[in-house]
Structures are given as C-alpha cells and as structure tokens.
C-alpha cells in the first residue's frame, strides 16, 4: 500500500467537462506536490504546498486549479482542458518543502492518466 | 531547455550483468542528486542520492557515481536482476531552490 493515494486513476473528459483529481497522503507529512508527465517529457513541477500554503505555482494555466484543504489533501480541479492536457498527473508528498534535497524524500502515488478528448 | 538530460530513452541488459544508466545536467548551482525508478502503473519511488561532496554513494547493489566537472552522474546496477526492468529517472536540486529537476527517464530492460 502507498502512502499517497489518488484517485481515480484514469479519467476521460471532454474540453468543457469540470473534474477533479484527489491525493491523498498517509505519511504525516507538511508539503505536497502535482507534476505532471507527458509523453518522453521529464516530470513537471506543477503546484507545492506547505502547511496547505501555496509555496509554488510553476507558471500553470488557470485551468488547472489546485486545493489543499489540510496537510494531508491535495486536490487539483480541471475546467476547459485541451487534449494536449493529456498526461499522468502525479501528487507527491515530503516532509517538507525542501523535498528532494539532502535527504527528504519525496513520495509518489501512482498517478492518475488523464485524457481530454 | 533541459537542464537534466537522459540521452539514452532505453537500455538492454542481460541479467547478471552491469547496468550502466547516465545523466547530463547544465546548471553548475544543482549540488543534490537523486534517481527514482518507476514501474508500469506506479508513481516513482526514491532509489538512491549523492550529495555534490561526494563522488560515490552505494546502497547494495546500486551505486551512483559523481563527477563535477564533468556534469555527468551515472547509476550501475550489479548484478542486474529482472526485477530491475524499470524506468529510471535523473533528478537534481539546489541548495535554496529545492525544486526537483528531472530527466525524461530511460527504461532499463534485463534480459533474463
């Protein structure tokens, strides 16, 4: 079992549909993630949040909104997409927002793959 | 424009034998490095790091070797095990903007 789950796993939209991916994390941690993967493309960092403040917004479209109503949920709501949104959206969580530097590692649930037709 | 690059999309190995996986980065001020290993269907998971005061850090099997001057880092798995059949992805941060930079991944199959 991994310690960050999402859901769901897969989801098909259309361009005017709204939907949301949820995260969640069991780990007890402070700072959570969305990156986003697109086909032979590295992993983008997307949104970070500390303590449920929003500490980063790699310069994402507004159409991607993200939530984090606690330490341990992270949610990204999806409006107006296009197809080239298609992607795996990973969340990812660490004990903090130094995440990934010496030593505090970040967590990855399994994905969710999204598809906008 | 990629400041960590994995030219290699894909490598084969026989099982038994030495997988060599390596990395490029552009940017000098990346002083922390990380490879995480992916499977079909999961999230990545953390394998190993080196820290820029290193040049080589093992853990079992895996050994991750660092060369400054360079700007290269390379992952060597020995023995490779079937198990190992994996994407494997470069990453790399800074020291006061610890955002992960990663790599586009390179899928390791071992051939058994």
């Known amino acids: 079992e991994t310690g960050v789950t999402q859901t769901p796993r897969h989801l098909v939209m259309g361009m005017t549909n709204k939907k949301s991916l949820k995260c969640e994390q069991h780990?007890?941690?402070?700072?959570m993630y969305w990156y986003k993967q697109s086909a032979k493309k590295p992993l983008e960092l997307m949104f970070v949040y500390n303590f449920k403040e929003q500490t980063e917004n790699n310069s994402v479209p507004s159409r991607f909104s993200p939530e984090c109503p606690n330490s341990s949920h992270l949610f990204l709501h999806l409006h107006t997409l296009q197809p080239e949104d298609s992607a795996l959206y990973l969340c990812?969580?660490?004990?903090?927002?130094?995440?990934?530097?010496?030593?505090?590692?970040?967590?990855f649930g399994e994905g969710s793959w999204l598809t906008v037709v | 424009d990629q400041q960590v690059k994995q030219n290699s999309p894909s490598l084969s190995v026989q099982e038994g034998r030495i997988s060599i996986l390596n990395c490029d980065y552009t940017n000098s001020m990346f002083d922390y490095f990380l490879w995480y290993k992916k499977y079909p269907a999961e999230g990545p998971t953390f394998l190993i790091s080196?820290?820029?005061?290193?040049d080589k850090n093992e853990d079992g099997r895996f050994t991750v070797f660092l060369n400054k001057s360079a700007k290269h880092l390379s992952l060597h798995i020995v023995p490779s095990q079937p198990g190992d059949s994996a994407v494997y992805f470069c990453a790399a941060s800074a020291f006061g903007n610890e955002k992960l930079t990663f790599g586009t991944g390179t899928r390791l199959t071992i051939i058994p």
């Open positions: 990812a969580s660490s004990q903090d927002r130094t995440g990934g530097f010496a030593g505090n590692t970040i967590y």
């Open positions: 780990l007890g941690h402070n700072a």
């Open positions: 080196i820290s820029s005061i290193k």
